[in-house]
């Protein structure tokens, strides 16, 4: 029989604070590093144009990669108002827009035959679907050959999350709204979009230099007064 706690003892339990510990800096790739990556794909393979669409629709929506794995490819919407739909957290669906060249890509994706009538909209060489270490595995392999001529990933570790943090800095250098960008990526709470704005240098440099610098107080010299002179002088 389990021993119940007094009431005293449980407020006393509840009232221990959390242990604080050190937050990493949000990671995120520059355009230039995106690209790099993208550019180690081999798009005379189905393979490689597989990865190269996967890895650029990432990059631009900003999708979880459980989102994008669960994508089949009625998920795509192209033309007017061109857009993908996905299911994210708590089973809520959302449209994120594409970009031109995003659209391209999938128009281009779309027509390749599916592989054992496979509905996935990246499906593995069987017909199934990815799994989330499966896409770590492969943007591991095009990360590897970039770093050979990207230097600045080599200080970086890149992940399909890290994408979608690239993403969200994309949105906000392009001067999105913060409560467009949670909308954008399913955030159920503002203060998750709000962690990107910490990370953001250049927006903290150009609040700097709105700022007005502290000046050193010129040294003046000591005017007495008429009174002041007076007295002197009666003394």
């Avoid at 007094?6 to 959390?18: H, Q």
């Avoid at 081999?42 to 669409?53: M, P």
């Avoid at 679907?129 to 590897?144: I, W």
């Avoid at 990370?199 to 002041?228: G, I, N, T, V």
Wanted: with cysteine; glycine share 6%.
């Amino acid at each position: 029989m389990c021993a119940v706690l007094p009431s005293t003892s449980l407020i006393s339990i509840l009232a221990i604070p959390s242990k604080r510990c050190d937050k990493r800096q949000l990671q995120f790739l520059t355009r230039p590093e995106i690209e790099a990556i993208l550019d180690c794909t081999d798009r005379s393979t189905w393979l490689g144009r597989r990865d190269h669409t996967l890895l650029l629709l990432a990059a631009q929506t900003g999708l979880r990669v459980s989102e994008i794995i669960d994508l089949d490819r009625d998920s795509v919407m192209l033309g007017q108002g061109a857009h993908v739909q996905c299911v994210g957290k708590g089973r809520k669906e959302r449209s994120t827009p594409l970009t031109k060249v995003a659209q391209q890509a999938l128009r281009r994706w779309l027509k390749e035959p599916g592989k054992r009538g496979a509905t996935a909209l990246f499906p593995n060489m069987h017909g199934g679907r990815l799994s989330a270490d499966g896409v770590q595995a492969l943007l591991n392999k095009y990360v590897a050959k970039a770093r050979e001529h990207c230097v600045s990933l080599r200080s970086k570790r890149v992940s399909p999350h890290v994408l979608r943090h690239s993403a969200a800095m994309e949105l906000l250098q392009a001067g999105v709204d913060c409560s467009v960008i949670a909308l954008w990526l399913g955030h159920e709470a503002m203060e998750t979009t709000l962690t990107y704005l910490h990370a953001h240098l250049e927006l903290k440099e150009s609040a700097l230099a709105k700022l007005k610098p502290y000046e050193r107080a010129k040294a003046e010299r000591f005017r007495p007064s008429d009174r002041l002179l007076e007295f002197l002088n009666a003394l």
